[in-house]
């Protein structure tokens, strides 16, 4: 089975030369190797014209040489040379698991999974924290969007994968993990949270009032819908949020649409969504491949919501199925945007479960948005700019009136 995705993990396989008490030596009178046994399945998807004796001499040497030959456990050994193999592309999200990792990344899609509950991934090689989810240890612990993570139980992250940070990460419910980050100041400081069994939201929404003004105009009424992961679940929990809305009393005059702190998630599911807004037959993304192939996806949804005035919220913990909806609304309708600059995270994953239940997530094009813009690494910029401030950003609390001025921002706009 393939799946379309976009979550941002990364396999780092690192090689290292130990020194200081070993000696490098070479002899002349190596004994002979012993020849590998049962050897099987060489000829699948063999590349022509590349010669793979040297991968063989290494293993060969390190089977017969290697001092503690009841440590070499040949599984991990082929599963380490793919995950290096992988890794030498050079993508961050194009990534080998392992079948325990395969798991726990088919528990995250699913949307629930053990932790602390932020999203990270890694941007300008350094790990960082894409969202933290609502109601979850990171977030109560006053964890940020852009937070830099420079160290897990005092261990440096430099070089660390996503992957490698994740299971580092995770753990056994109860038990208590420090990581140590930098924010806009880049002051680190310690966060020590208790893990929790994590349940990823959905979508949840409630009717704000935005009152009468002076110049007379009437008070009105705005279903403020958050939708905070693309996962599994999102489609018939945003099907339910549009019914109750349409069977609303009072009526809503208007919708804001939260995609702020949205890590992204399914492209099925961004395209689902864009079709409660957009037209049956308007485009929504364009994936185009290194080959010059182009996929171009359209609407299949009955429009439903497009009576409504809308307005979107969108900031930098906004990524790839988030952007692609936010960038299809604006481009096909011209809704404006609210908030600060996406995260920029535009390709394509596939998800290729393997045999042995290993699975391959591989990066296998680029999305572009209906007007053109591509979305990967420079993302999205708001029409309308609401910067937070330090203080702002601690004291947010996504939907509360009071603390959360972009909503502010975009209540006045809709109006």
């Known amino acids: 089975m393939i799946k379309k995705i976009s979550l941002p993990l990364a396999i780092i396989i690192c090689l290292v030369l130990g020194f200081g008490g070993g000696i490098l030596y070479t002899n002349k009178n190596t004994p002979t190797i012993p020849p590998i046994q049962q050897l099987i399945n060489q000829d699948v998807g063999k ?38 193999m992988v890794d030498a592309v050079g993508d961050p999200y194009t990534v080998f698991f392992e079948p325990t990792q395969a798991k726990q990344f088919a528990q995250e899609i699913s949307g629930a999974f053990g932790g602390v509950g932020m999203e990270i991934g890694v941007k300008n090689d350094i790990l960082t924290i894409i969202a933290p989810l609502p109601n979850t240890p990171a977030a109560r612990a006053g964890i940020l969007a852009g937070n830099k993570i420079l160290k897990i139980n005092g261990a440096s992250t430099q070089g660390l994968s996503t992957e490698e940070a994740v299971s580092t990460i995770r753990g056994k419910v109860g038990t208590k993990i420090t990581i140590t980050i930098s924010g806009s100041d880049d002051k680190p400081r310690d966060i020590t949270m208790t893990r929790e069994t994590i349940k990823v939201p959905t979508v949840v929404w409630k009717m704000l009032t935005n009152p009468s003004t002076s110049s007379g105009q009437a008070s009105k009424n705005i279903a403020y819908i958050q939708a905070y992961q693309f996962n599994e679940n999102i489609n018939g929990q945003f099907k339910k949020a549009v019914d109750e809305i349409e069977k609303s009393n009072p009526k809503a005059d208007g919708i804001i649409l939260d995609l702020r702190n949205n890590p992204g998630g399914l492209l099925d599911s961004a395209i689902n969504l864009a079709g409660y807004f957009v037209a049956k037959g308007q485009p929504v993304v364009s994936e185009v491949f290194g080959d010059g192939t182009i996929n171009k996806f359209t609407s299949d949804g009955n429009a439903v919501l497009a009576k409504y005035h809308v307005v979107i919220l969108v900031n930098g ?99």
């Open 47 to 84: 590349v022509q014209n590349v010669d793979f004796s040297f991968f063989w001499k290494v293993w060969s040497d390190l089977s017969a040489k290697y001092v503690d030959k009841s440590k070499l456990d040949t599984q991990k050994m082929v599963y380490g040379a793919i995950g290096g």
């Open 317 to 415: 913990g906004s990524a790839s199925a988030s952007e692609i909806l936010a960038g299809a609304l604006h481009d096909n309708l011209g809704l404006k945007l609210i908030g600060e600059k996406t995260f920029g995270k535009g390709v394509v994953q596939e998800l290729v479960n393997l045999d042995d239940g290993a699975s391959l997530k591989v990066t296998v094009a680029r999305w572009f948005t209906p007007a053109g813009t591509n979305i990967s690494e420079k993302g999205i910029e708001p029409d309308i700019k609401v910067e937070l401030t330090d203080d702002q950003k601690k004291n947010i609390i996504f939907g509360d009136l009071s603390v959360d001025p972009q909503l502010q921002k975009a209540l006045e706009y809709v109006r």
